[in-house]
Structures are given as C-alpha cells and as structure tokens.
C-alpha cells in the first residue's frame, strides 16, 4: 500500500493526462486494497485483472513490440498461477459477480485466440517468440 501512495506522489509533477488516470486508477486501488472486500468477492475484479494485464500490451505502442512481446508472453504464462490464486482467495461466490466474469472470460479467449493471432501477424516476430506467445496452456 506504501508503494503505491509513494508512486502516486511521484506522478504529482507529471501534467500530462496519462499521469492524471494513473493518478485516478491509483487512488481506486488504494480504496479497493484498503477495503479488502472486492478481491475477497469479486471474481471479474480477477479475470479483468488478467485480462488487461495482456491486453494492455497491445493497445498502443508505449514501447517497442519485442519488448511488449516479451512482456505479454511473461504474463499470459502467469495466468493460470493469478487465477489459481483467486480461487483460493475468493471467499464467497455472489451470482451476479460470477455471471460477470464469465462473458469477460469468453472475451478473453477472443482476444487470446483470433485477437492474438490478428496481432502477432501485423508485425514480423521471430517464429521461436510467436511459437512461445500460442503454446500458453490454459488448462
């Protein structure tokens, strides 16, 4: 939670609108951790986690693509071990919130699937790092 108030206060010299939403998504985080109820109940809190953490990736060119490559390939790879820990962490299931996550994981296997396979295919990668990114098991 320090480092999080810490980074916060570091983006305050920063004018930029990308530094005033991470400022706003900041301050949400905090009160999300501080409240410890909507990771304790919510699963679409997780899979939307999932989710953006590799989709973001592939929004907008904020680095070179090698290295947003690499990136996605690390975190698609940590999926399956987030996840794991969300079923261990959840403490109770309500409905609403499980019906919820559950067209956003169909949505994912879109943007995991053809989505990826459409990004992967708009700039040459080495074959080794596209073999690697489509070998995720999600089992």
């Known amino acids: 939670m320090r480092e999080l108030r810490t980074f916060r206060a570091s983006l ?9 939403l991470a400022r706003a998504n900041l301050d949400v985080r905090v009160a999300e951790l ?3 109820f909507l990771h304790d109940h919510n699963p ?3 899979t939307g986690e999932a989710i953006f953490a590799a989709v973001s990736l592939r929004l907008r060119p ?3 693509r090698d290295q947003r490559l690499e990136s996605l390939i690390q975190r698609l790879y940590a999926i399956p071990q987030f996840l794991d820990t969300m079923r261990a962490s959840v ?4 409905a609403r919130w499980s019906r ?8 994912a296997e879109q943007m995991f699937g053809k989505g990826l396979d459409a990004w992967l295919a ?3 990668a080495p074959p080794e790092r596209v073999a690697q990114t489509l070998a995720v ?3």
């Open 12 to 20: 305050a010299s920063h004018a930029t609108l990308d530094a005033e």
């Open 34 to 36: 501080e409240s410890a």
């Open 44 to 46: 679409a809190a997780w």
């Open 62 to 64: 904020f680095a070179p």
């Open 91 to 94: 403490a109770s299931l309500p």
């Open 100 to 107: 919820r996550a559950q067209p956003e994981s169909r949505a």
């Open 122 to 124: 708009l700039e040459p």
């Open 137 to 139: 098991n999600w089992e």
